[in-house]
């Protein structure tokens, strides 16, 4: 089945402490991006990559890191999770080009305490 | 730069109303046109999607015309149900590469 998965789905942790969520795709597809969502913003987009070793920042990219050393993996990283950063998230890939679907992974509800 | 703008929501129907969620857009060139819904505790999926001017896309009973002379793209359904109850989120794509989303109307149905 072709899918976007996520880990964890929930997660709570507290100021400063390092963490990562994964984000995964079975589809070969080259775009990947990572979003958040927050009430009355709607989807911002974090980062994004276009290909293996290749990322780039989006709308609101500060506090975050991304890396792609493999094309099926495009982990979220959070050096020093903050109060602000409690939102949730979204991964999502698709092919390169204009008119293919992008698929979104389940989210994943972040909370910095 | 490029944008999508919505109507506010929430909008609140009963069971076999008319839908229509407005859609206007920004954008240079000529993009592409979607709707993606997200049902309660999932992410986005695709809805219908519409490639150029005059297209209509349609899914599940729902439709919308990529209007360029009004840049818009309004989603309507004729009889909407319970199980329609999300968030719907328009959004384009316009030859940069992220995908621009408007910031969703929330839709609830009533029985």
């Known amino acids: 089945e072709a899918q976007v998965t996520q880990n964890p789905r929930y997660l709570i942790t507290v100021t400063g402490k390092k963490l990562t969520v994964t984000c995964s795709q079975n589809?070969?597809?080259?775009?990947m991006s990572w979003y958040r969502q927050d009430p009355g913003l709607g989807l911002r987009q974090i980062y994004y990559?276009?290909?293996?070793?290749?990322?780039d920042k989006g709308d609101v990219p500060e506090g975050y890191k991304v890396s792609r050393k493999e094309k099926r993996n495009f982990p979220l990283i959070l050096e020093s999770p903050s109060p602000n950063q409690t939102s949730l998230y979204f991964c999502?890939?698709?092919?390169?080009?204009?008119?293919?679907?992008?698929?979104f992974g389940p989210g994943t509800r972040l909370t910095v305490t | 730069g490029d944008s999508v703008t919505q109507m506010e929501g929430p909008v609140t129907l009963s069971e076999e109303a008319f839908l229509t969620i407005n859609c206007t857009y920004t954008?240079?060139?000529?993009?592409?046109l979607f709707w993606y819904v997200q049902y309660p505790g999932e992410g986005l999926q695709l809805l219908l999607k519409?490639?150029?001017?005059?297209d209509k896309g349609s899914n599940k009973g729902f439709e919308a015309t990529y209007r360029k002379e009004t840049t818009s793209f309004h989603l309507e359904k004729g009889s909407v149900q319970v199980s329609d109850s999300a968030v719907y989120f328009c959004?384009?794509?316009?030859?940069?590469?992220?995908?621009?989303f408007g910031k969703g109307t929330r839709l609830s149905v009533i029985a």
């Open positions: 959004a384009l794509w316009s030859g940069n590469t992220p995908l621009v």
């Open positions: 990559s276009m290909n293996v070793e290749v990322t």
């Open positions: 999502a890939s698709r092919q390169a080009g204009a008119n293919y679907e992008q698929y």
């Open positions: 589809m070969n597809h080259e775009y």
């Open positions: 954008a240079t060139g000529y993009p592409s």
């Open positions: 519409a490639t150029k001017a005059d």
